[in-house]
């Protein structure tokens, strides 16, 4: 997953760089790339906003990935069914897979792994707000693949076009399985809608707790999103987060139509004139509130990945100790 919520300012804020003064020539280069619609690469020059700017993206949309796990994961040993466990167990390694590609992404940009993990750790750096919401019933798991994946796919398709070529690259096989995320989502909660009414309500349920959340992951309106026009020169971002937030809401409609649900805002009707829905108010203070660490399962999400981490010690000092090994044999068989 996820987002362009994603570009939020960490609690240090990213300031143009002090004593460093980009040249003049090279800078003249950059913007005719950008002008262009051209690709810059690891190699190549870039202006230190631009990379900081880059290094906060999408470090940010790396650890939504792997924060994404969490409240899935939590639902894999009580899945109903063998086939479905399957495929929630498949598609929350791909989460952790996402992550990866993001992490090395970015560190093409010269920023470590081990930084960007304590910047997480530490709580410094954010993650997308959505994964701070509770997965209480199974059905939680459908509209999660549902709404927040097909959240993510209509955020992620235009950042394949990104002018970071690392970036674009990753972000084309990530939005290739979170399509799979989608309709794996969709397909249990069609199942679902055709069980029991119990079944039928915890769907119904699962749909008014996550819809305000999710078009809040969309990020602020663009009015209140200084950051954004400079995305946009710079080629980063490609829709403004109310175009895409529009975009998502005009396709979720009709699927929740198909589904039998009905979604929890009595201001949303078809705006003949505009060709689009009309939605109600987005609630800005509960979002800024989970961002900033009061939402309702920060810390434990966060507690849970330190945990995580830590665990995992013994499997970073293995492998480490193994490629040690491993060069130490190729020295001796090449004296
Ligand atoms: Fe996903
Ligand atoms: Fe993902």
Redesign the pocket.
């Known amino acids: 997953?996820y987002t362009q919520a994603l570009d939020l300012p960490e609690n240090a804020p990213v300031k143009a760089v002090s004593g460093v003064i980009d040249d003049p020539a090279r800078l003249a280069r950059f913007d005719k790339t950008m002008e262009d619609d051209g690709r810059i690469e690891p190699q190549d020059w870039m202006p230190e906003a631009y990379r900081k700017t880059l290094v906060r993206q999408i470090s940010q949309h790396a650890h939504s990935?792997i924060v994404?796990m969490l409240p899935e994961g939590n639902w894999i040993s009580r899945a109903p069914s063998l086939k479905r466990k399957a495929i929630l167990l498949a598609k929350v390694q791909?989460?952790g897979g996402?992550g990866l590609y993001l992490y090395s992404a970015a560190e093409t940009l010269g920023t470590s792994r081990d930084q960007m993990v304590d910047a997480l750790h530490s709580g410094r750096a954010k993650y997308s707000s959505i994964f701070n919401y509770p997965t209480l019933t199974w059905a939680d798991v459908g509209v999660i693949g549902w709404l927040v994946d097909g959240a993510?796919i209509m955020n992620q398709i235009p950042l394949c076009r990104c002018s970071y070529g690392p970036y674009a690259r990753a972000m084309i096989r990530?939005c290739k399985?979170?399509s799979f995320h989608q309709r794996q989502g969709y397909e249990n909660l069609l199942t679902m809608m055709r069980g029991t009414p119990a079944q039928q309500a915890m769907v119904q349920d699962a749909v008014n707790r996550w819809w305000w959340p999710v078009l809040a992951m969309f990020g602020p309106p663009d009015a209140d999103s200084p950051n954004s026009a400079q995305g946009i020169r710079w080629g980063i971002k490609r829709i403004s987060n109310d175009e895409l937030r529009q975009r998502f809401v005009d396709a979720t409609v009709p699927q929740a139509q198909v589904l039998g649900v009905s979604l929890p805002d009595p201001d949303l009707r078809w705006n003949e004139e505009h060709q689009q829905h009309n939605y109600g108010a987005i609630d800005w203070d509960e979002f800024w509130a989970t961002v900033n660490g009061n939402g309702p399962c920060n810390k434990e999400r966060l507690a849970t990945r330190v945990k995580a981490h830590a665990q995992g010690q013994w499997v970073r000092d293995a492998a480490l100790a193994h490629a040690e090994k491993q060069r130490q044999r190729a020295m001796k068989e090449a004296a």
Request: aromatic share 0%.
């Open positions: 997953m990935e994404g791909d989460e996402h993510a990530i399985e979170e």
